[in-house]
């Protein structure tokens, strides 16, 4: 299962995407990850739990941005999938569990869309 929320209120609104935000100065990739779905979702996700999962290059020419986008992997607790709040409701309509399955079939946000087509969705799914 897969954490996915459909944002609002900014680039890629409208669209389905992962939680996550941008790097802090200093931080670690573990960091980051951990902070964003703190923040996001109001679960503690432990920096140890987390990995490093995929790289994406991922240009948004229309929007005048361009990422590269750190795809981290952690598994979580049964409590803890049981947790998981909207706690910014003005970014995102709300948090579900989906099947990996299912991803392909939804309007993603582009870096999600950039680590479908380039495999790194088969990559999670041989990691479960």
């Given at each position: ?18 939680p996550g935000g941008?790097l802090e100065q ?85 870096p999600l869309q ?15």
């Open positions: 299962m897969l954490l996915i929320g459909e944002r609002k209120g900014s680039h890629g609104a409208g669209k389905w995407a992962l941008h200093g931080q670690s990739f573990e960091q980051c990850a951990r902070m964003e779905v703190k923040e996001e979702c109001g679960i503690d996700v432990e920096e140890t739990l987390w990995s490093l999962l995929w790289l994406s290059n991922d240009p948004m020419p229309s929007e005048d941005l361009h990422y590269v986008t750190i795809f981290q992997v952690a598994h979580i607790t049964e409590d803890q999938t049981d947790a998981i709040r909207n706690m910014e409701e003005d970014k995102c309509v709300g948090w579900q569990w989906i099947p990996y399955s299912d991803l392909k079939n939804l309007q993603v946000f582009t950039n680590f479908i087509s380039g495999g790194g969705l088969d990559k999670l799914q041989k990691e479960r």
